[in-house]
């Protein structure tokens, strides 16, 4: 006979399995993946059949491997981005750029890499194969030649030769084609830097086309006035852009250097430097500097639309020009130019110059932090402008040249110029 205690508990446990048999109970809609899967509504009784399921068995079953091999794809693809991120994290800056070169990567004048400065009086003072050689060693792809310097110096011989051309032909003692077809023959793209109302020489010479101090003239109606300087660091005198005749002289010589064959002209001097004594400058028609800026733009622009189908059309600016406001350099920047190369030299900067909300006293000493900035702030203004140009800094080579790319590749530039007085890398 069964202790009474026992038979309580049996009745108990009976009970409890009654309970979890219970038609009221019911599998909630958070157990289903889909709610289309989700059963009809309970009878009166509490159960729920399936009729109201849209999707069969099978057609689970065929989900289930579709999504299965999703993730699949998404893990391997996710695998072999982080595996090339990383790898690519490890590579010094010289070896970052190399491996952009070999794969093509999209940058300044369809070049790759980088590119150097190589100043007129230093072209026909070496052998460009042994040069060309030397820089693709260190994975130079491409060079600027200083073919028109703000001084007026030139890097060719016009077929025109004047009065005036031909005292700027003192380190001229090659054939400037010819120096370009050498660089080609090395696949070293050439890139032509042309100083264009920046020329103290031509404004020495031709005083109806320089900017003057005062508006004093002669009998003749020629301009008598003292030649006017910029007062920054590079002190240049100018070519009035609103007297006739000097976009016809600055033309003439670009044409040259397009049928010497060259892969880029970068326009340089194209905009008037920020600068404290523009009010003394006279020019023959106003002196607002907008006016003065856009009458330049207007020059840039027929450029362009001349020669774009023959090489690609650049522009050089300060960085000083693009970061101040307004942007003395923002007529430029809405121009279809291929690229805006940047000024970002170091020894090129006022001291307290404020970039990006902070005051560098002096950029050198913090060359890696001040060329971050710069990139960062320049590359927005750019970036913001309706030419689509992309950006190309211009950056001193010595001995902090290595932080300084480092500082630019990762704002992502990958393509920069390097700069020498001497030319010598």
Partial sequence: MKDKHIIKKEKKKKHSVRVSKSPNVSRSRGYYGFSSDFPGEADEKGFRNNTGAKT???????????????????????????????????????????????????????????????????????????????????????????????????????????????????????????????FDENSISVSALFSCYADTFASSYLSDYSVRNSADVDENGNRTGALWYNDTSDSYAWLDPFTDGVDEYLDSMISYVADAGVNEIILNSVCLPVCSNFNSAVFSDGKDMNAVNERM?????????????????????????????????????????????????????????????????KPSEKPYMFISNAAYACGSVIAKSQSGAKMVPLIESNDASSEQAAALMSHEINYFALYSADSDY
């Fill in 297 to 361: 733009t207007q020059f840039v622009k027929k450029t362009i639309d001349k020669y774009s189908s023959k090489t690609a059309v650049s522009v050089f600016v300060s960085l000083n020009s693009v970061l101040s406001t307004p942007p003395a350099g923002g007529y430029l920047l809405n121009e279809k130019s291929a690229f805006v190369y940047v000024d970002m030299r170091l020894s090129k900067q006022p001291d307290n110059m404020k970039v990006d909300s902070e005051t560098f006293e």
């Fill in 56 to 182: 069969s068995a099978e057609s689970k079953k065929r989900d289930r491997k579709f999504f299965t091999f999703l993730f699949a794809c998404v893990f391997i693809a996710s695998f072999v981005l982080f595996y090339t991120g990383f790898s690519v994290s490890r590579l010094p800056a010289e070896d970052i750029t190399k491996a952009q070169s070999e794969t093509g990567s999209d940058s300044g004048a369809g070049m790759n890499g980088r590119s150097v400065f190589i100043s007129y009086s230093k072209l026909y003072s070496q052998d460009i194969d042994k040069l060309c050689t030397s820089l693709k060693e260190k994975g130079v792809t491409g060079v600027i030649i200083d073919v028109k310097d703000p001084a007026g110096y030139l890097a060719f011989r016009p077929s025109d030769i004047t009065r005036l051309t031909s005292g700027a032909l003192k380190y001229v003692t090659g054939d400037f084609a010819s120096a370009v077809r050498k």
